[in-house]
């Protein structure tokens, strides 16, 4: 069995999706927030629902219900932590939250993990946002990342921290993905893609931020889902047994140009309303890939034009426009 945290997230739905094809019992959590949409969350648990799947309703910060876990389903033998207080700029309004979801919940996911008895393996998402506003592109594993431009991003940075520490002292082997700009069909409301998209149908104006001067490592869903299933199935054997991965679609796009490609698959030009960078936010993200191609045989394929495609074909039909 694994366990899929964040299993009604845009992620965590399609990897859960994805070990449920391949045949793996899989036991979801997600406390369900109205962070945004909650519908959205729930329609998203129904495309997994079957025998093979379970759901528990948990805050992963709440330590008793989580630890209770290990005695209720003692099989689990892997861990894809995707649950997370997610998004740069709330970080600014609500502070609390990405200690308590992103650090609090990394520490009980971990504990949790040390009282599993058949358990292999811990996969987390981490965030290309570790690496700061750094200039030195693409972002690669060597790049400092002790910088960072948000708390949302030392949260992440922080986990992995916590991902070492364990792993030197309990020996949990344990892999952290610092994921980059991830689209498609089911994403989040509150990214730039379904924002985007609303605003182009509704002929409302789009905020696009430092003026357009804007470069994205977008990376289509499927492509980032394989990486994550390519990764649990990788245990690492080193001492101690952490690795950390970039998983990017390895090409960094102007934003400009992604909306062009959204104005062509929508049929509608879009109104752009220029304005200055974001408190937290970064110019460019880019993803050097080499290790994760080497270790894990990681090879994003979808580009833009057949992603965008695909994620307002299901735009369309969800939202019904």
Same mark, same amino acid.
């Given at each position: 069995?694994?366990?899929?945290?964040?299993?009604?997230?845009?992620?965590?739905?399609?990897?859960?999706?994805?070990? +449920?094809?391949?045949?793996?019992?899989?036991?979801?959590?997600?406390?369900?927030?109205?962070?945004?949409?909650?519908?959205?969350?729930?329609?998203?648990?129904?495309?997994?629902?079957?025998?093979?799947?379970?759901?528990? /309703?948990?805050?992963?910060?709440?330590?008793?219900? *989580? $630890?209770?876990?290990?005695?209720?389903?003692?099989?689990? %033998?892997?861990?894809?932590?995707?649950?997370?207080?997610?998004?740069?700029?709330?970080?600014?309004?609500?502070?609390?939250?990405?200690?308590?979801?992103?650090?609090?919940?990394?520490?009980?996911?971990?504990?949790?993990?040390?009282?599993?008895?058949?358990?292999?393996?811990?996969?987390?998402? %981490?965030?290309?946002?570790?690496? &700061?506003?750094?200039?030195?592109?693409?972002?690669?594993?060597?790049?400092?990342?002790?910088?960072?431009?948000? $708390?949302?991003?030392?949260?992440?940075? *922080?986990?992995?921290?916590?991902?070492?520490?364990?792993?030197?002292?309990?020996?949990?082997?344990?892999?952290?993905?610092?994921?980059? !700009?991830?689209?498609?069909?089911?994403?989040?409301?509150?990214?730039?893609?379904?924002?985007?998209?609303?605003?182009?149908?509704?002929?409302?104006?789009?905020?696009?931020?430092?003026?357009?001067?804007?470069?994205?490592?977008?990376?289509?869903?499927?492509?980032?889902?394989?990486?994550?299933?390519?990764?649990?199935?990788?245990? @690492?054997?080193?001492? @101690?047994?952490?690795?950390?991965?970039? +998983? &990017?679609?390895? /090409?960094?796009?102007? $934003?400009?140009?992604?909306?062009?490609?959204?104005?062509?698959?929508? &049929? /509608?030009?879009?109104?752009?309303?220029?304005?200055?960078?974001?408190?937290?936010?970064?110019?460019? !993200?880019?993803?050097?890939?080499?290790?994760?191609?080497?270790?894990?045989?990681?090879? @994003?394929?979808?580009? $833009?034009?057949?992603?965008?495609?695909?994620?307002?074909?299901?735009?369309?039909?969800?939202?019904?426009?």
């Amino acid at each position: 069995m694994i366990l899929v945290t964040g299993a009604a997230g845009f992620i965590g739905m399609s990897v859960a999706r994805a070990l +449920l094809d391949r045949d793996e019992d899989v036991l979801g959590v997600d406390n369900l927030n109205d962070y945004y949409d909650v519908g959205l969350k729930q329609a998203r648990l129904q495309q997994l629902a079957g025998e093979r799947f379970t759901f528990r /309703k948990l805050d992963i910060s709440d330590r008793e219900p *989580m $630890l209770a876990l290990a005695k209720d389903f003692p099989r689990i %033998s892997g861990i894809v932590h995707l649950a997370a207080q997610a998004g740069v700029r709330y970080s600014l309004e609500n502070p609390y939250a990405y200690v308590q979801a992103n650090v609090m919940g990394q520490v009980v996911m971990m504990e949790l993990a040390r009282t599993l008895p058949a358990l292999k393996h811990f996969v987390y998402a %981490s965030s290309s946002s570790v690496y &700061g506003a750094g200039d030195t592109l693409p972002f690669s594993l060597d790049n400092n990342a002790d910088r960072p431009s948000s $708390l949302y991003a030392a949260t992440k940075r *922080m986990d992995e921290l916590i991902g070492h520490a364990y792993a030197h002292l309990y020996g949990i082997a344990a892999t952290g993905l610092r994921l980059f !700009t991830v689209y498609g069909p089911w994403g989040r409301p509150d990214m730039a893609p379904t924002l985007f998209a609303k605003a182009i149908c509704a002929g409302q104006p789009i905020r696009v931020f430092n003026h357009g001067q804007m470069w994205r490592d977008f990376t289509y869903i499927d492509d980032i889902t394989g990486g994550i299933i390519r990764a649990l199935d990788k245990v @690492p054997n080193d001492a @101690p047994p952490h690795r950390l991965y970039n +998983l &990017g679609n390895s /090409k960094s796009e102007k $934003l400009t140009d992604f909306i062009s490609m959204l104005e062509n698959a929508l &049929g /509608k030009k879009a109104v752009m309303k220029m304005e200055p960078m974001q408190p937290g936010d970064v110019p460019a !993200t880019y993803a050097d890939i080499e290790t994760a191609r080497r270790d894990l045989g990681f090879a @994003p394929a979808t580009t $833009l034009a057949a992603g965008i495609p695909k994620f307002t074909s299901w735009f369309r039909g969800y939202y019904k426009v």
